[in-house]
């Protein structure tokens, strides 16, 4: 379960930040996960409340934002959505593509008191 490790590095990244800014906690946490990115959500909100207590985000509001999986097929170059990282071209089958977006993992915002 590496979502736990994923959450510990959340908290690292907002305790670096209060200090930059010389706050006391985070009352709101906004992150990017997407659908490509190997994070599985439901484990991730299993182990939050676990990876932050007793840290600045132990009260903060966490909110999600999900960035679905987009590709574009390098054979016949139809832009398609995907699911999973292995999705094939829906138009020509092929597996060459580029993923142009889903892969994303990043803490958007935190608001700070």
């Given at each position: ?70 590709g574009r097929c390098k054979d016949c170059g139809v832009e398609f959505e995907m699911e999973n990282i292995y999705d094939v071209c829906p138009k020509c089958g092929s597996n060459f593509k580029d ?15």
């Amino acid at each position: 379960m590496h979502e736990l490790s994923i959450a510990l590095g959340i908290v690292k990244i907002a305790e670096d930040e209060i200090v930059k800014v010389n706050a006391k906690k985070v009352i709101k946490i906004e992150l990017v996960v997407g659908v490509l990115s190997g994070v599985e959500l439901n484990s991730l909100n299993f182990v939050w409340s676990s990876a932050v207590k007793n840290t600045v985000l132990a009260s903060a509001k966490k909110e999600v934002e999900v960035i679905v999986g987009k590709g574009r097929c390098k054979d016949c170059g139809v832009e398609f959505e995907m699911e999973n990282i292995y999705d094939v071209c829906p138009k020509c089958g092929s597996n060459f593509k580029d993923i142009l977006q889903g892969e994303e993992l990043k803490v958007k915002t935190l608001e700070v008191i």
